[in-house]
Every structure is written in structure tokens, then in C-alpha cells.
Antibody
């Protein structure tokens, strides 16, 4: 069973919202740093956000104020709420288990397309 | 933000030959005797895979032909004897402080 499975990617219009989920297995999400990293089509990697053991969150400047990373300890899942989406947010979004800030184990990703 | 600059953008190496990729950081990544720096490999259609962390520690299961070196602001990834399965894009990353940042990537191909 894959340790990280993302879902929720879809086609959404500019200005719209989307919520990504990452189902975690084999470990407890609240016991790890958890990250989101994205990759635009044909482009490089861009770190998006992290939530640490205490629940403190950090964001890339490009998404600050628009995206919210959170976890649900009862469901052992990680989420990324994305609001005010822009065309430049189009990317594959990866859920990543961290060892601290080391992005160690990556999911397969889910594709978000922002277009009218 | 910490800017990571990789070179070259692409590299073609014969099978069995050495491949070396360089990454430079705009800030010193050394703290408490550790460099907060890593290397990733991404093959087509796959997520990235962690190869090296703390600049020179190989992740479990990574072949020993992959090695990381350097400290401070200047780092290298060396593939000592290139194999066909090493064709991929390689990324460097700093995790010294948020926002974490990646280099632009180096595409490694067979000559």
C-alpha cells in the first residue's frame, strides 16, 4: 500500500477554490513534518507549504494568504485548501512526508489545472 | 529567499563514465556542523526521489555510485559510473530555512 495518496486535483476556473487531500498510511501524520510541493507542466519543483509537529505552518510567498495546509489527526490525512486560484497555480501537487524539513517520501501527485 | 543555482542545465555522458552536477547556494547552508542540503532524482512520469541529504548522506537503497560533496555554498553530485537507469533530471534543494528552494534541474542523458 502506497504510504501517501493524493486526491482532489481537477480543472477549476481562475478565482476558484479546490481542496487537495493526502491519505497517509503506515505512519501517523501528526508525528511527522508534512509538505506540499508542486511542479508545473514541464517545469521544475516548487515547494509550497509545510506543517510541523506543533502545527505551525510555513508557506511559499507565491501562495501565502491563498493556500492553507492542515491535517486531520482523526482521519490521518493532510489537506491543502487552495483559494483564489490563478493560471500559474496549474501543476502536479505532491504530498511529501518530511523528516523535519528534509522532503523524504513523495506521493504520486495530483494534477490541478486552472483555466477558463 | 535562498537561491539555488544548478549547472549545467543538461549533461550527456557515455555509459560507465563519470557525471558531475554542481549547485551553488546564495547563502551559507552550514549550521551546527551540518549542511542543510539535498539532491533528488526524477525520472519521467515519476515523483522525485531523495538521493542525498545533509550534503553527503545517501538515502537508504541509493546505489553507492551516487555521492554528494561540498559544504557551505558549493555542492556537487557525482555519478561515478553512469548506468542507463540513471537517465533523469536531478535537482538540488536547501532546507536550511523556509521557504525551501530547489535548483532549476539538470537533465542527464546518455551520449
Amino acid at each position: 500500500e502506497a504510504p501517501l495518496v493524493e486526491s482532489g486535483g481537477d480543472l477549476v476556473q481562475p478565482g476558484g477554490s479546490l481542496r487537495l487531500s493526502c491519505v497517509v498510511s503506515g505512519f501517523i501524520v501528526s508525528n511527522q513534518y508534512m509538505h506540499w510541493v508542486r511542479q508545473a507542466p514541464g517545469k521544475g519543483l516548487e515547494w509550497v507549504a509545510v506543517i510541523n509537529l506543533a502545527g505551525t505552518t510555513y508557506y511559499a510567498d507565491s501562495v501565502k494568504g491563498r493556500f492553507t495546509i492542515s491535517r486531520d489527526n482523526s482521519k490521518n490525512t493532510l489537506s491543502l485548501q487552495m483559494d483564489s486560484l490563478r493560471a500559474e497555480d496549474t501543476a502536479v501537487y505532491y504530498c511529501v512526508r518530511g523528516e523535519g524539513f528534509i522532503t523524504k517520501v513523495w506521493g504520486q501527485g495530483t494534477l490541478v489545472t486552472v483555466s477558463s | 529567499d535562498v537561491v539555488m543555482t544548478q549547472s549545467p542545465d543538461s549533461l550527456a555522458v557515455s555509459l560507465g563514465e563519470r557525471a558531475t552536477i554542481n549547485c551553488r547556494s546564495s547563502q551559507n547552508l552550514l549550521s551546527n556542523n551540518r549542511d542543510y542540503f539535498g539532491w533528488y532524482q526524477q525520472k519521467p512520469g515519476q515523483p522525485p526521489k531523495l538521493l542525498i541529504y545533509w550534503a553527503s548522506t545517501r538515502e537508504s537503497g541509493v546505489p553507492d555510485r551516487f555521492s554528494g560533496s561540498g559544504s557551505g555554498t558549493d555542492f556537487n553530485l557525482t555519478i561515478s559510473s553512469l548506468q542507463a537507469e540513471d537517465v533523469a533530471v536531478y535537482y538540488c534543494q536547501q532546507y536550511y530555512r523556509a521557504p525551501l528552494t530547489f535548483g532549476g534541474g539538470t537533465k542527464v542523458e546518455i551520449k
